[in-house]
């Protein structure tokens, strides 16, 4: 049912790492021994895009962006909710390999400052990126005594509030070895190995920023930072892709391309999700009007078929070939492609940040008093703006059409609604409502994960479940089994492997269903 695959170019797999995974016993003695950063770091970014893949399909189905399509049964947990150690454990484990990977740089790196500052300085960035995914999904994670190989094969557990502090010192510390490599001498540059910013180190300070501001927004006064001010580079305002060369030949694509639409061989990908009633109503007029979006991202559209999550009949409908998240006309897997919208097409960046959830965050900051300058309204508008931006750019980066206009267009057609005009929002209640559900919409089926982490942060957007619950009103499973009033789960489950290999660490009566994220409501 689920081909949550994600690519490593064949390439970057033969470079190899030196780093055991933290509780990886073996070793192999085909493996490489050693590799420098310059050959680790390309590597190490690929992996995380793949990995983003399945971060954002376990968001887009907790989330409410997508529901099981027709022709498929045996959804089991993924509509009940009722999730066991077996559900979504592939994050942990991946995400916490793609961290060695990190820290293989950053020991490599420490000894040979100020040589390597910027590739020290990348490593830990991505570390706390990734680290902060955990704590997202899990809480309570191994984090002070993890990423020590067979130093340590059981870490510890470090609370989520404590490792989000962690996380925020690592990024100032990373930013600072950015500074001391621009003052330094024979720095060695980036480069070619810098597959997210091209080797620019302003943007890597920038994103560094922009991770931290995340961490102080979400936490939202459920962790004592240490520092909370930023670096004068400021905030990302462009979109940070990943992309080490993707390419439709030798099984080198865009992992989403290659997890949702076709393979490298023109088979079709996933088919056995679609997008959900709910969030179409953003688009089609039952909430919001967004023609322009509409018609970007999904195949069809008005006309694009969609399920209510939970619902397994033979009248549901089925995906067609290339996903109904491909919006290109062309569905011939071996030349489909270079489509606007959100699978763009094989050779596409694959996001690590939008630009968007840049400004979302900035707008929210500013209205909780966490940034004391800044307009709220402006940084809003900005975000609506850089998602419609995002959306009209082919996979070269090229814009069609008029993203800016059409942006202006839509808070115009949607003029007397807060959720599209912040300006008319008449309370903080309201105003954080509409930068969190349009922050939601700029993230669908993109940065999914990050959506369903705000919705139950804030509880926006906002729901509701009845007795027969509506599509267009609610996300949750109509065969929810949660005993949370909005029916949806508070969490995931720690994977199996934990209770085998670390049983004396791991947090013990975890539920589903009234277990929280320290952020969490």
Not at 421 to 444: H, S
Request: glycine share 8%.
């Amino acid at each position: 049912m689920k081909k949550l695959t994600a690519i490593v170019f064949i390439g970057a797999m033969m470079l190899g790492t030196s780093c055991k995974k933290y509780l990886d016993i073996n070793n192999n003695p085909n493996n490489a021994t050693s590799a420098t950063p310059e050959l680790i770091l390309p590597q190490a970014l690929t992996t995380t895009a793949g990995n983003l893949v399945s971060y954002n399909a376990y968001g887009a189905q907790l989330g409410g962006y997508s529901a099981n399509a027709g022709g498929y049964g045996g959804f089991g947990t993924a509509i009940s909710y009722n999730f066991s150690s077996a559900d979504f454990g592939g994050l942990w484990s991946a995400t916490y390999d793609n961290l060695e990977d990190y820290q293989a740089i950053v020991n490599q790196a420490a000894t040979q400052l100020p040589t390597y500052s910027y590739f020290y300085a990348a490593a830990k960035i991505m570390e706390a990126y990734n680290f902060q995914l955990l704590v997202d999904a899990y809480n309570d994670i191994p984090f002070t005594s993890a990423l020590q190989g067979a130093n340590n094969l059981t870490p510890s557990y470090t609370s989520g509030p404590a490792v989000y502090v962690g996380l925020a010192n690592m990024l100032d510390t990373a930013i600072a070895a950015i500074h001391a490599g621009q003052t330094g001498t024979a720095v060695t540059p980036l480069g070619s190995s810098d597959v997210l910013f091209g080797g620019d180190v302003e943007l890597w300070k920038q994103f560094a920023n922009t991770i931290k501001l995340r961490l102080i927004v979400r936490a939202n006064g459920k962790a004592t930072f240490t520092n909370t001010t930023f670096d004068a580079a400021g905030f990302l305002t462009t979109d940070a892709l990943i992309n080490p060369g993707y390419t439709r030949d030798n099984n080198r694509q865009n992992p989403d391309w290659n997890n949702w639409v076709y393979s490298y061989t023109g088979s079709d990908a996933n088919k056995a999700w679609m997008p959900s009633t709910f969030i179409m109503g953003f688009y089609d007029g039952h909430k919001l009007v967004d023609s322009f979006r509409g018609k970007a991202i999904y195949y069809q559209f008005p006309n694009t078929g969609t399920n209510q999550l939970g619902v397994e009949s033979v009248n549901t409908p089925k995906c067609p070939s290339g996903s109904f998240w491909y919006s290109g006309t062309n569905r011939d897997g071996k030349s489909a492609g270079s489509s606007i919208g959100i699978l763009k097409g094989p050779e596409a960046g694959r996001p690590a940040m939008l630009a968007a959830e840049s400004y979302f965050l900035q707008a929210e900051a500013v209205v909780r008093g966490i940034l004391t300058s800044g307009d709220a309204t402006a940084l809003f508008n900005s975000g609506i703006a850089a998602s419609f931006n995002y959306l009209y750019e082919g996979p070269d980066g090229v814009v069609t059409g008029t993203p800016a206009a059409d942006a202006v267009t839509y808070q115009a057609d949607n003029a007397a609604s807060y959720l599209a005009n912040v300006d008319v929002a008449t309370t903080t209640a309201q105003k954080i409502e509409a930068i969190i559900t349009q922050k939601y919409i700029a993230l669908n089926f993109i940065s999914s994960d990050q959506a369903w982490d705000d919705y139950r942060r804030t509880l926006y957007p906002a729901i509701s479940y009845g007795a027969v619950p509506d599509p267009h009103q609610t996300f949750a499973s109509t065969v929810s089994e949660s005993t949370r009033p909005d029916k949806l789960p508070s969490r995931i489950l720690y994977p199996s492997s934990e209770g085998a290999y670390n049983p004396a660490n791991l947090p013990k009566g975890i539920s589903p269903f009234t277990s929280l994220i320290f952020w969490a409501q």
